[in-house]
């Protein structure tokens, strides 16, 4: 089950990452993933560390593997806008899935038996 989370999380970070991308035309010569722990550093140098433009790297568990990780970086907007995505994702799923257990009506063959009712 954690490897399933792990993968999604991992899905959805890549199709949020190239999704933003896409969408705003970032001020760096790479993606922050593909950017050196020096570059970041360099980058990073007199910003906050709450500020929107500030990156930071998290490490995600590679799948089929007990020790190799998956470094991904983005800006705090970016890990904001992919958490909001996410949850929203999440919201709409289960209201989806509340209204089809919820709308009433159920399937002729589980509703009340005909035993002993004329057809």
Do not use: H
């Not at 190239?18 to 969408?23: F, R």
């Not at 705090?76 to 009433?104: H, M, P």
């Amino acid at each position: 089950m954690r490897k399933i989370a792990s993968l999604g999380i991992l899905i959805g970070l890549s199709a949020a990452s190239a999704a933003v991308a896409s969408e705003t035309e970032a001020p760096f010569a790479r993606v922050p993933s593909e950017m050196t722990g020096e570059e970041i550093d360099a980058y990073n140098m007199g910003r906050a560390a709450n500020a929107p433009d500030y990156i930071r790297c998290r490490r995600i568990e590679q799948i089929g593997s007990l020790v190799k990780k998956l470094r991904v970086c983005n800006t705090n907007a970016e890990w904001r806008r992919i958490t909001d995505k996410g949850n929203q994702d999440a919201r709409d799923t289960l209201e989806a899935v509340s209204r089809s257990f919820n709308n009433g009506l159920e399937p002729r063959d589980q509703a009340e038996p005909l035993i002993g009712r004329p057809r």
